[in-house]
């Protein structure tokens, strides 16, 4: 299968601002690639690569005075398959995990483990370790809260998730990781592109999205609280500990977004059956210190 991928986004920012960027597709699905995948800008901009210490693909920035709009379109392979369901997969003992897993156990700033850990094991203390423990919290995490656009809150964390009952896919995925956490089932965060693909379409614009692995049996499998359900298609950007690992910009200083368009979609061997292109622009504003993801 093929997939087309890409985005454009612009930032105005009234004067020289030193930006970090987390929009390169992860270093492990490079190798999938069909084209380049480049991040571009349409005005002079002094940038570099670097790894971050989740391994992730990172670009350091300093966006002029002005508007600047950065960009990438690529072609990428995929296998077409749903993902994997290991319904055996079991939960190690904290003293089987590897030192590099150790962190993905750990309170941190969306996954506020230290507020849930008695309602996780009142919840989910008396199922059996391992995948069915993780689906189970995917389960219930999937039933309490409403997706809701309009309830987007950058601000709110696991435990305001749970109380509040709505949000996007990135409190989907903070509360399901803080319920593994205190469960002791390592978990991390993941974004990335998740289109349309096996499904019908999504009454919703197109936006990166956010899911999260488990790391059972010594691999990291992918569970997705908000759809709940194996995906085709699904292109992984970044991981980290939490959304804040992995905004897809932070700002030291103003800057303003004014453009947001992704595309994720399955190129057909007729043009004209590829499924249709939906855009989505958002205006929001970033303070020094602060990260839009």
């Not at 309170?107 to 309602?119: I, Q």
């Not at 009142?122 to 389960?139: H, K, L, S, T």
């Not at 696991?158 to 469960?183: E, Q, W």
Request: proline residues 5%; glycine residues 8%; hydrophobic residues 40%.
């Amino acid at each position: 299968m093929r997939i087309r991928a890409g985005f454009k986004l612009a930032y105005e920012c009234p004067q020289p601002t030193p930006m970090l960027l987390v929009l390169d597709i992860h270093p492990s699905r490079r190798v999938d690639l069909l084209t380049e995948q480049i991040i571009g800008f349409d005005r002079p901009v002094e940038a570099r690569g670097y790894i971050d210490v989740f391994g992730n693909l990172c670009t350091r920035i300093e966006a002029p005075a002005g508007l600047t709009t950065i960009s990438t379109n690529f072609e990428i392979h995929d296998t077409g398959k749903p993902e994997i369901v290991a319904a055996g997969a079991v939960q190690h003992d904290i003293k089987e995990l590897p030192d590099h897993v150790l962190r993905f156990l750990l309170g941190s700033r969306y996954c506020d483990t230290d507020r849930l850990g008695d309602f996780a094991w009142a919840n989910f203390g008396n199922i059996a370790p391992g995948w069915a423990r993780a689906q189970a919290i995917c389960d219930f995490v999937h039933e309490h809260i409403t997706f809701n656009y309009q309830a987007a809150d950058t601000m709110r964390t696991a435990y305001g998730a749970l109380t509040d009952r709505a949000g996007v896919c990135r409190d989907f995925a903070h509360l399901a990781i803080t319920l593994c956490r205190c469960m002791n089932i390592p978990a991390r965060y993941c974004t990335g592109y998740l289109g349309d693909i096996g499904i019908p379409p999504m009454p919703y614009p197109m936006d990166f999205n956010a899911w999260f692995q488990a790391y059972l049996s010594g691999h990291w499998f992918t569970f997705d609280a908000r759809h709940n359900q194996p995906r085709i298609g699904r292109i992984l950007m970044a991981t980290g500990c939490d959304a804040n690992d992995v905004a897809i910009s932070t700002s030291f200083g103003l800057s303003r977004l004014t453009r947001f368009e992704v595309i994720t979609e399955e190129i057909h061997a007729e043009p004209e059956k590829a499924s249709a292109r939906r855009t989505f622009r958002h205006d929001g504003l970033q303070r020094e210190g602060s990260s839009q993801s």
